[in-house]
């Protein structure tokens, strides 16, 4: 059996934040293309770690036309032992449509794929009381589809996503009761998991808040608050925290984000790291660095 040592994870994160249309859209006289590169000290998502607590970087481009239509292609740098046999990153593309007024009343809709090229897990999805044997193991994908939302005004916005793919980042039975079963002390609560029978996480949401607060002409403060309500399996719930300073200097772009997530199982979020056990939910600075072109 090919055990999963790991999270089957977390979250999702800045998928609307990452297709909105710029403020001066509507003075571009058809579209415009801009490319971020980014460095951080960890890679995180809903405020939980994508690159193992190590850093990570990413690479956006963003197309964004005078009609409203947006579209978004990120790379990002993720641990394959958070997301078991990764070839190392991921990929993120978004689509969909902004408009309103970036100073006042603001919408969009759209609609995001996560492609995690290489990672899979083999967990059972089913576990005999009788003899104390898993059963009926399958191969589950962490690829994700996502319907999101925005409503926001003047520095508050505000995103609601719900999971359109048959699971959320593998969570599914054998992703959350077998990791659950593989690394609890007591199997109790795994058990429990498991007879309520073979479900998936179509249909979970997400939801985050953001409020920026202007400093100076260069420095801002962001609060962020968000929370994930994982369907048929109430142990992954999780809600995350942050404020941080966001300042532009010498072209670049600076942030530091105190982020403290708050998660409801903490086997869920911890991933086996050679003879260490490694939780990804801890409370960490975070430092960042981009740059736009």
């Known amino acids: 059996m090919k055990k999963r040592p790991l999270v089957f994870l977390v979250s999702t994160g800045a998928l609307l934040g990452g297709i909105a249309i710029p403020a001066q859209a509507d003075e571009t006289a058809s579209y415009a293309v ?11 998502t809903r405020g939980l770690s994508d690159s193992l607590n190590r850093p990570g970087a990413q690479l956006a481009v963003q197309f964004a036309h005078e009609s409203g239509v947006i579209a978004l292609a990120q790379l990002s740098t993720i641990s394959n032992k958070v997301y078991t046999g990764s070839d190392g990153y991921n990929v993120l593309l978004a689509t969909g449509w902004r408009f309103g007024d970036p100073d006042g009343w603001h919408y969009g809709v759209g609609v995001a794929s996560e492609l995690f090229p290489g990672a899979k897990f083999d967990a059972p999805y089913g576990f005999d009381a009788s003899t104390g044997t898993p059963t009926d193991f399958r191969t ?7 319907a999101v939302l925005e409503l926001g005004w003047g520095a508050l916005d505000a995103r609601i996503l719900t999971v359109l793919s048959k ?10 009761c077998g990791q659950m079963l593989a690394l609890s002390a007591d199997p109790t609560k795994a058990l429990d998991c498991y007879a309520r029978g073979d479900h998936d996480s179509r249909g979970s949401w997400l939801a985050d808040l953001d409020y920026k607060i202007p400093l ?3 420095t801002t403060l962001k609060l962020h608050a968000g929370i994930q309500r994982i369907k048929n399996f109430k142990e992954a719930n999780a809600s995350d925290y942050s404020i941080g300073v966001l300042h532009k200097r010498w072209g670049f772009d600076w942030s530091a984000e105190y982020v403290m997530p708050k998660t409801r ?12 056990i490694r939780a990804v939910d801890g409370n960490r600075l975070v430092l960042a660095v981009s740059r736009k072109f």
């Open 34 to 44: 801009e490319t971020e590169v980014k460095l951080l000290s960890d890679q995180r």
């Open 140 to 146: 589950t994908k962490y690829n994700s589809t996502y």
């Open 167 to 176: 699971n959320y980042r593998g969570a599914s039975t054998s992703g959350v």
């Open 216 to 218: 100076d002409d260069k």
């Open 265 to 276: 199982t903490r086997e869920l979020f911890q991933v086996v790291d050679g003879d260490k």
